[in-house]
């Protein structure tokens, strides 16, 4: 097959675009990342026995070092041209992995999400979890609206995702135990966005926070409190978004809830998460004909601002090392506690597209529970 071109469409994006360049001949690899711009595309090159010549793309130099040989060359516009061996390409270049052999040269894109444009709305995104899904989205070209309580941090987080991703954010003090304000709310979203097409729940109030786990401590107001932030809050939220997804025929909600649905750590902590569930899985089934896919994330033991501050205290108190304390908090399947962030990139491709065949399901994001098996 050597000698053959191969001639595929590539997408020209009017600015910087990171291009991850893998190469691997005979178990060497050589990686990126490198840039390509709009205005200068130019060639990779590789040595005559197929081994990779660091290159970078934005010098769009005519003739390689000496003793190379051309592999590819990007043009602005439209074609990404192989002058050996055959291969596949398609869409934005964020990723170009190529096997130089003697008769195989293969590109494969990365996976686009198909997020960018969307509009979000992210209910206890100024902190913890929310934060990160809140930036996991706006990673992605998701324009994000912030709703939590405290005014001031919620136009910080907008402010930070504008300047770091360059997508529209907004942040609007609400308290989802008001129905007017959270009406209010999403009005405004949509005002500024011009609609609104992904609701991820997470305002909560951490359940560690000065609560009792016996019988006897839990009393009517402790469980009500749960409900009508975590339960209640979320109804009050896709109430007033899903006549939006409804009009526009798309849309996604996604509940954070807990592994606590699963265990019966406490009556409180419990009934507020299966109460979630049971929500989604009521929505599902009825939004579902009506393009709105709707899931429940399950996080475990997920490190925070909380969860690393108390570690901190943990370690200050008892004298033993942060990574000790962390050893004895992390009992899921992987021993290890999962980020945030981990949760969010979850989180990130249930809201997307790709996600259609999940709706009305838990998906469990703590990295394993030992011995109990759920199906």
């Known amino acids: ?55 970078d793309f ?25 002058e050996d061996g055959v291969g596949n390409y398609a869409g934005d270049p964020r990723s170009l992995f190529v096997e130089i052999g003697d ?10 999400l198909h997020l960018s444009g969307k509009r979000a709305i992210v209910a206890g995104g100024s902190k913890g979890i929310g934060l990160a899904i809140a ?23 907008a402010r930070d995702l504008t300047s770091e991703f360059g997508v529209r954010a907004i942040g609007i003090a609400t308290d989802t135990r008001d129905d007017d304000a959270v009406q209010r709310s999403v009005r405004r979203v949509v005002e500024e966005f011009g609609g ?6 997470s305002a909560a109030t951490p359940f560690s926070a000065g609560r009792s786990f016996d019988l006897e401590a839990t009393s009517d107001d402790v469980v009500r409190g749960e409900i009508d932030v975590k339960v209640l809050g979320y ?11 409804i009009d526009q025929g798309w849309g996604r909600i996604i509940n954070i809830s807990g592994l606590g649905a699963r265990q019966a750590t406490s009556i409180a902590h419990t009934i507020r998460n299966v109460s979630v569930s049971a929500l989604t899985k009521n929505l599902a089934d009825e939004l579902g004909p009506k393009g709105i896919n709707v899931t429940v994330v399950h996080p ?32 899921n399947s992987i021993h290890r506690i999962i980020d945030a962030e981990e949760v969010a990139d979850v989180v990130t491709f249930l809201a997307s597209p790709r996600s259609i065949a999940i709706t009305g399901d838990a998906v469990a994001v703590g990295g394993g529970v030992p011995g109990p098996v759920y199906y």
């Not at 008769?103 to 686009?112: E, H, K, Q, T």
């Not at 909380?306 to 992390?330: F, K, M, W, Y």
């Open 196 to 201: 609104v097409d992904i609701l991820v729940n």
């Open 300 to 331: 475990g033991v997920t490190r925070t601002e909380r969860l690393t501050a108390r570690i901190a205290r943990e370690s200050e108190d008892s004298g033993r090392p942060p990574a000790q304390v962390e050893e004895g908090i992390a009992t």
């Open 58 to 82: 934005s010098h769009g130099l005519e003739a390689g070092p000496e003793g190379t040989r051309k592999l590819a060359v990007v043009t602005c516009g439209g074609e990404l041209q192989f």
């Open 1 to 55: 097959m050597l000698g053959r071109t191969y001639r595929a469409r590539a997408g020209c994006p009017n600015s910087d675009i990171p291009v991850s360049v893998e190469i691997s001949s005979q178990g060497a690899r050589h990686a990126g990342p490198f840039f390509l711009r709009a205005d200068r595309m130019g060639p990779f090159w590789v040595d005559r026995d197929g081994s990779a010549v660091e290159q």
């Open 135 to 157: 930036r996991g989205l706006a990673a992605e070209g998701v324009d994000v609206a912030i709703l939590a309580r405290t005014e001031s941090t919620v136009l910080d987080v």
């Open 235 to 245: 109804l009050r939220t896709a109430r007033a978004v899903a006549p939006y997804l």
């Open 103 to 112: 008769c195989l040269l293969d590109s494969v894109a990365g996976m686009d």
